[in-house]
């Protein structure tokens, strides 16, 4: 489930620019604001607008809080999930909306170099084609560039390729 969530976030286009930055950080929008108090709670019993029930007193209004929480940390939490496909399906989809704004691939280099890092092959494989792949758009700085130099002598002639290629 989280692989095919992480992998449909890339299809999404024109998606406001907070929120796509939204999805490298754990902090919800609400939250960096300076008037944030907390999602709302109801103080009475009274009809949800959206579905027709009661809404019990001292329940979050969910609609409300999935409105800004829903894309908080999504790329973070999949860069650092246990299963390696999970992980692949972020780099895609890290690369996928890099593509489609500036300030996102410059914000996704550092979530791509810290992949080359990873156990798996693929994964390290994946990152480095990935940031192939938003070539010009991004500039590595030096302790990023010292990551993908380590990878010229990795033991897999696959990795050392995309490597070279980048």
């Not at 299963?83 to 989809?93: C, D, L, T």
């Not at 070539?135 to 070279?164: C, F, K, M, W």
Request: glycine share 6%; aromatic share 8%.
């Amino acid at each position: 489930v989280r692989q095919r969530a992480l992998g449909l976030l890339g299809t999404f286009h024109g998606v406001h620019r907070n929120r796509l930055l939204q999805t490298f950080s754990k902090k919800p929008l609400r939250e960096l604001s300076d008037n944030y108090q907390g999602p709302k709670q109801k103080h009475n019993q009274r009809k949800s607008k959206a579905h027709h029930w009661w809404v019990p007193e001292g329940d979050l209004d969910i609609e409300e809080a999935e409105e800004d929480f829903g894309w908080t940390g999504a790329m973070v939490h999949g860069c650092e999930d246990e299963y390696f496909q999970v992980r692949n399906a972020a780099i895609h989809s890290i690369c996928e909306l890099g593509l489609q704004s500036q300030e996102f691939s410059e914000r996704a280099v550092r979530f791509l170099a810290d992949m080359f890092n990873d156990d798996i092959d693929s994964v390290r494989r994946h990152a480095i084609r990935s940031l192939s792949r938003l070539g010009g758009q991004v500039r590595l700085e030096d302790e990023y560039l010292e990551n993908v130099l380590v990878l010229i002598d990795d033991t897999l002639p696959s990795v050392r390729h995309a490597v070279h290629r980048l």
